[in-house]
């Protein structure tokens, strides 16, 4: 038995902001009945996650490609690695078996098969929906929570400000931060989006970055008395000001670059001086360097939903034949929390 597979691969080199043309929907058989002697698995793909970094993966160079599995360039033609949720369909691979649901990197596409080395492990879906576990459970929550608290190591009062703040990692470090007792203001890019970040989430604070001209004032204006942490998620100009309103011993969580991935002539720069004098630590991370305290986030992010007192923020587009869109939305600030497509019903 054979289906006809639907995937979307990459047509030529992205140097800038990404374009629906710069994608293709392919169309292939794809046999279910697998080799005996192979271990491999197929599975039917439920939600698939539709993240920034990969624009960077679509380039021709960028030096990320060769930060580690998953982070390599993307061939033209070939399905494209993404992070989603699946169910197996068939399977070689004695660790799984027709019926389970399981998270970790299939494809975008409607089905995807995988090797016995796959980053893919079975599901417990906690009692929450399975598209909780593309973002909130996924990377892009952990990023939020090792960033916040690994890396910036907040304490009870301290003024922390988050870029792209009503995006899918920027929505859960200020509601983290919130539930710490900081004092929080965020930026997004739109009126909308600023009503929900202080109604719904809420931040102390917020503003539309657009309208601003002057963003070293801006800051200042929100954080008269400083800034303790800055969660960056954008780069540039808003880093440089950032770091010219932090305290002694500010510390900067650098998860994303985003406002530089589309414009190659953008770098942020921050003032050095300010840096050393004011002792201030930047550092970047990836998510999966603390795949360590996983159960920890798991635990503590569970009780903070079932409580009340986290709320998940999702945009979800629909069918596989979305994935250009969905993607291209994100470079243009379209979405409000996770972006994500669901690819078929659960």
Request: aromatic share 10%.
């Amino acid at each position: 038995m054979e289906v006809a597979n639907r995937y979307v691969t990459l047509k030529t080199y992205i140097e800038g902001a990404p374009e629906e043309s710069d994608f293709e929907l392919k169309t292939s058989p794809l046999a279910l009945l697998l080799d005996p002697a192979s271990d491999e698995m197929i599975v039917k793909n439920l939600y698939v996650s539709i993240d920034p970094y990969q624009l960077n993966r679509m380039k021709r160079y960028s030096s990320s490609q060769k930060a580690g599995p998953g982070l390599e360039g993307i061939t033209f033609g070939e399905e494209i690695k993404a992070y989603g949720v699946a169910k197996v369909v068939t399977s070689n691979n004695v660790e799984f078996e027709k019926g389970d649901v399981v998270v970790g990197f299939v494809t975008w596409a409607e089905y995807s098969k995988i090797r016995r080395n796959g980053v893919i492990r079975k599901l417990d879906p906690l009692g929450f929906p399975l598209s909780y576990h593309v973002g909130l459970f996924g990377y892009s929550g952990l990023a939020a929570y090792a960033g916040f608290f690994e890396i910036c190591k907040p304490k009870q009062g301290e003024k922390v400000f988050v870029s792209a703040a009503s995006g899918s990692v920027g929505n859960l470090v200020g509601q983290y931060a919130k539930l710490l007792g900081c004092y929080v203001v965020g930026c997004a890019g739109s009126k909308q989006k600023v009503e929900l970040l202080k109604e719904k989430l809420g931040f102390d604070d917020a503003f539309n970055y657009k309208e601003e001209t002057d963003l070293i004032s801006t800051l200042k204006r929100y954080f008269p008395n400083g800034i303790d942490i800055y969660f960056d998620n954008v780069g540039a100009e808003m880093l440089e000001a950032a770091v010219a309103n932090m305290n002694t011993y500010g510390r900067v969580a650098v998860c994303g670059a985003i406002s530089e991935y589309t414009d190659p002539g953008k770098r942020a720069a921050p003032n050095m001086s300010d840096v050393i004098y004011k002792r201030i630590k930047i550092q970047g991370f990836l998510a999966w360097d603390y795949m360590g305290i996983s159960e920890d986030f798991i635990s503590t992010t569970s009780d903070n939903l079932r409580s009340g007192k986290m709320h998940p923020l999702e945009d979800i587009s629909n069918g596989v034949e979305s994935i250009p869109s969905a993607f291209v939305g994100l470079f243009r600030g379209d979405n409000i929390g996770k972006r994500m497509v669901k690819i078929t019903e659960e």
